[in-house]
């Protein structure tokens, strides 16, 4: 099949992770034997800042680690029917305008052939919903919702057998140990700062603990106002700016551990969805302490997978744990790993999007009256 995907940008990973889960999953179509083309709008803001931060040279990493993959920027009055024929399935991501969905919606309501998909990996459902709700996905055959959670949103909205869950997940192809372990120092925050949405939580959680129990800690990412860096700087954090996602499993292996610290939302309100990053570091071997949040879905072992914490003291207690005991690094490394192995891998989220797809175009059966 031929798989047409329109997102916010592949090329570009800057505030923008959707783009880690979409390379994995179109590297494993295309190792399935699909084709596959991925579509972005001309000046989108996440590529357009990423040149701006690093020039041309801000994409080395991502054409490193993905060759076989490309993209197509198209122009506002691109011709949609064209770019999408002989496309079987076609998936818009939710951060796309809203024009450019209603349009696309709009060739499958006249006829198109395509299976049509809309695409939801955020909180705007529950923190803004207006805005999801202003897209017109009347042409949609299905909605894919990145939790349990947010699918029962969109059930309440009236799309009911429609909405399938599609959590994110790990591209084991990248994301994996070292092959040569090497000294580990301290920990790792990968992750941006955004719109203070878990300002208190990272202080709370991270910037304090680390500080308390004596270990060095590094953070990655963007959109860090002049505030956030002052309480960086004030906790002694070493802030190194962005990090091409490419590279972050290098990043990993010259750490001891590194931390989950969730979005207000997704503690609140839409329970039960970790985001890509846990699902990356444990991938990658490393150890992973968690702030709190609900495993409604049962995604994981807590406790064996990784640890657990109530409040910021617990997060101090494990993490010297952690810091004073390899053989429990050791322990947690081997089954968070496992369990991504085994359930949370790109190949297994395409196997997922298929059986949708498979479902979705099936004929349906015809009904008998006795």
């Known amino acids: 099949m031929k798989f047409a995907y329109f997102t916010h940008s592949l090329r570009s990973c800057w505030n923008h992770g959707n783009a880690h889960f979409l390379r994995g999953v179109l590297r494993e179509l295309q190792a399935a034997g699909h084709e596959v083309a991925a579509f972005e709008p001309k000046g989108a803001w996440s590529p357009t800042n990423l040149l701006a931060d690093h020039g041309p040279a801000g994409l080395d990493a991502w054409r490193a680690a993905y060759p076989e993959l490309s993209s197509t920027t198209y122009p506002a009055d691109v011709d949609l029917a064209e770019l999408t024929d002989g496309a079987d399935v076609v998936i818009v991501h939710e951060w796309n305008e809203q024009a450019l969905v209603a349009a696309v919606g709009d060739l499958r309501r006249r006829g198109a052939r395509f299976t049509?998909?809309?695409?939801?990996?955020?909180?705007?459902?529950?923190?803004?919903?207006?805005?999801?709700?202003?897209?017109?996905?009347?042409?949609?055959?299905?909605?894919?919702?990145?939790?349990?959670?947010?699918?029962?949103?969109?059930?309440?909205?009236?799309?009911?057998?429609?909405?399938?869950?599609?959590?994110?997940?790990?591209?084991?192809?990248?994301?994996?140990?070292?092959?040569?372990?090497?000294?580990?120092?301290?920990?790792?925050?990968?992750?941006n700062w955004g719109d203070d949405e878990r300002s208190a939580e990272l202080e709370d959680y991270l910037f304090r603990p680390t500080q308390q129990v004596d270990l060095p800690l590094d953070v990655y990412g963007v959109r860090y106002p002049d505030h956030a860096l002052a309480t960086l700087a004030r906790y002694g954090?070493?802030?190194?700016?962005?990090?091409?996602?490419?590279?972050?499993?290098?990043?990993?292996?010259?750490?001891?551990?590194?931390?989950?610290?969730?979005?207000?939302?997704?503690?609140?309100?839409?329970p039960g969805i970790p985001t890509i990053r846990v699902f990356e570091a444990l991938a990658c071997g490393i150890p992973l302490v968690s702030a709190p949040w609900e495993d409604s879905e049962g995604l994981f072992t807590p406790g064996e997978d990784f640890l657990f914490v109530r409040d910021g003291a617990e997060m101090a207690e494990r993490l010297a744990m952690l810091r004073d005991d390899p053989a429990l690094r050791a322990r947690l490394s081997a089954h968070g790993l496992a369990t991504v192995r085994a359930r949370h891998s790109c190949a297994h989220r395409a196997a997922e999007l298929l059986a949708v797809v498979e479902r979705l175009r099936a004929p349906q059966p015809v009904r008998t009256y006795a």
């Open 116 to 191: 049509l998909l809309f695409h939801d990996t955020h909180h705007r459902a529950v923190s803004d919903p207006e805005a999801i709700r202003a897209f017109d996905l009347s042409g949609y055959d299905g909605v894919l919702a990145f939790g349990e959670t947010l699918s029962e949103v969109y059930r309440r909205w009236g799309w009911g057998g429609r909405v399938w869950t599609w959590h994110e997940a790990a591209d084991l192809r990248l994301f994996r140990p070292p092959d040569k372990e090497g000294e580990r120092r301290g920990l790792v925050w990968i992750g």
């Open 237 to 270: 954090v070493r802030y190194h700016g962005w990090l091409p996602n490419a590279r972050a499993p290098e990043v990993f292996a010259r750490h001891l551990a590194t931390v989950h610290v969730p979005r207000r939302f997704y503690t609140e309100v839409l």
